[in-house]
């Protein structure tokens, strides 16, 4: 038994070492996009709440530039949900072999 597992572990190797990598890419990615899709979600809204302040917009189109907002800044919610994938994957594989 101990020698089957001593294999695995050999040859899960690669595999954690690529999810190990890809992870810390992807959370790389995940933070400067945070910042960068997070400020255009608040560009979003402050447009849209300063439009329906002073009349330039109607209720209907400002609630259009809050929705694209939101979406804004739930695209790196995502990638989040991807990288606990990811962080999942190793755990089990750590508890496997």
Request: glycine residues 8%; contains cysteine; positive net charge.
């Amino acid at each position: 038994m101990k020698a089957i597992r001593f294999i695995l572990k050999i040859m899960l190797l690669p595999v954690k070492v690529a999810l190990t990598i890809i992870r810390l890419f992807a959370e790389f990615l995940a933070g400067i996009s945070a910042v960068i899709f997070r400020s255009i979600a608040g560009i979003f809204l402050l447009t849209a709440l300063l439009s329906y302040g002073f009349g330039l917009e109607s209720s209907g189109e400002c609630l259009q530039m809050v929705l694209a907002g939101f979406l804004f800044y739930l695209l790196p919610c995502t990638v989040e949900i991807v990288i606990a994938g990811i962080v999942f994957l190793e755990e089990c594989m750590r508890s496997f072999t």
